[in-house]
């Protein structure tokens, strides 16, 4: 599945490199009409994240964004800044299929597993953006300013066994720069359990690296960067991710 994706900071589009604020690039389209461009072209299903909430839940953006969605027909998935039972249930509410939990699921997993029993499993996308390290894959956190201390691996086998099949990766060095995507990464996830739907996100920047992506067995390929500067259409990324 081709999954374009909107990052929103200042209440404007935005795409950071390797999720760093301080190279925050700016877009002028509206948020609006870009989501509902994406879903004329042919997405299924659309990706957003609110910066500013991930890096401050004070600072939250959600009115905006679901003022934005209100007119879709097709699923998307959010995330940013969600730190808890009701911030899901007003997520879920404002019709999002999914929402997308990435530092409280590295942090605390046990209140994680508590929304998931409440709300069910298929309401729920899991987001583990990592470095590589020494240990191996290890997860940021908190707008990738803090690092965890479990790994990819044990996090995904925890959330696997509560019924979560989807997870969207990251390889954090690869975030926002347009050189390709960590294919090491999601090599490995689906050799550690091929029944999960992965989706990858960070680095694409053409064609061929979706056709890659598709072949390794990667079930979601997440496209923000390489849309907003038009190295491919979406229309061109879904042909070429059905015919892989």
Not at 48 to 66: F, H, M, N, Y
Not at 236 to 242: G, I, M, R, S
Request: aromatic share 10%.
């Amino acid at each position: 599945m081709i999954i374009p994706a909107l990052d929103v900071l200042q209440q404007q589009i935005v795409r950071l490199y390797q999720g760093k604020y301080d190279t925050a690039q700016f877009y002028p389209f509206d948020l609006a009409q870009r989501l509902m461009e994406y879903q004329n072209q042919g997405a299924k299903k659309l990706h957003l994240v609110d910066l500013e909430g991930a890096r401050d839940p004070d600072k939250k953006q959600w009115r905006q964004i679901q003022q934005a969605t209100a007119a879709l027909t097709v699923g998307y998935q959010v995330g940013g800044g969600i730190r808890s039972r009701e911030d899901v249930a007003q997520w879920l509410e404002a019709g999002a299929a999914q929402v997308v939990i990435g530092s409280k699921a590295v942090n605390e997993k046990q209140e994680v597993a508590s929304w998931i029993n409440q709300f069910g499993a298929q309401h729920f996308v899991i987001a583990l953006d990592v470095n590589k390290t020494e240990q191996g894959w290890m997860p940021a956190t908190h707008g990738w300013l803090q690092s965890g201390d479990v790994s990819l691996f044990e996090l995904v086998d925890f959330y696997a066994q509560l019924g979560v099949i989807d997870f969207l990766c990251t390889d954090i060095s690869k975030d926002g720069t347009m050189t390709g995507p960590s294919f090491a990464l999601y090599e490995q996830l689906h050799a550690h359990n091929p029944a999960l739907k992965v989706q990858a996100s960070g680095g694409v920047s053409s064609l061929e690296d979706i056709r890659r992506l598709k072949e390794i067995g990667t079930q979601g390929v997440i496209l923000g960067k390489s849309l907003l500067d038009g190295a491919f259409t979406v229309e061109e990324a879904l042909a070429c991710y059905q015919n892989a």
